[in-house]
């Protein structure tokens, strides 16, 4: 039974590390519970603390990554319009697959600065803004799963 359940830990992490870059998949939590699944077998032992510090660095990088575009909007001169078109952009393009996760934040940012009275080169300067903020929280995402992939392994040896 460890056997299978330690395969289907790994699974997991696989499965969370594509997560990071495939919609709809969520990555960090899916890696997550692969530690837990792993803390279910008798050749994992990972101490309460550790799971706790996962759990809650889990939670932390879930919300960062839908609001790091926006961070990403603001830090590159953007307005309030540009960071609720970025922020709303997230979520509309949840609904588009991969390409819409990509744009939608960006295309979001866009328009909010164009809606707020702001000149075109500086709308994509902001929506530009928002594309690196996403790539930002994709590696702050991968970093975690891959982490969590090394705990995973290091446990098993």
């Known amino acids: 039974m460890d056997i299978a359940l330690l395969i289907l830990a790994g699974i997991f992490m696989v499965i969370g590390i594509l997560g990071c870059i495939i919609p709809g998949l969520p990555g960090v939590p899916v890696a997550y519970a692969g530690l837990w699944i792993a ?22 990088v879930s919300v960062l990554d839908y609001v790091v575009p926006a961070w990403g909007t603001k830090q590159f001169g953007g307005t309030k319009y540009g960071v609720w078109g970025s922020t709303i ?61 090394i705990a995973l392994i290091q446990a098993i040896w």
């Not at 697959?97 to 295309?107: F, N, S």
């Not at 803004?129 to 992939?149: E, Q």
Request: with cysteine; aromatic share 12%; proline share 1%.
């Open 39 to 60: 803390q279910a077998t008798q050749r994992v032992n990972f101490s309460w603390q550790m799971l706790l510090i996962w759990g809650i660095v889990t939670i932390v």
């Open 89 to 149: 952009g997230v979520f509309i393009g949840l609904f588009f697959g991969a390409l819409g996760v990509i744009l939608g934040p960006l295309v979001g940012a866009i328009l909010g600065e164009l809606i707020g009275g702001k000149a075109f080169a500086q709308a994509i300067k902001a929506g530009w803004g928002s594309f690196v903020g996403l790539l930002f929280g994709t590696i702050l995402k991968l970093i975690c799963c891959g982490l969590m992939a």
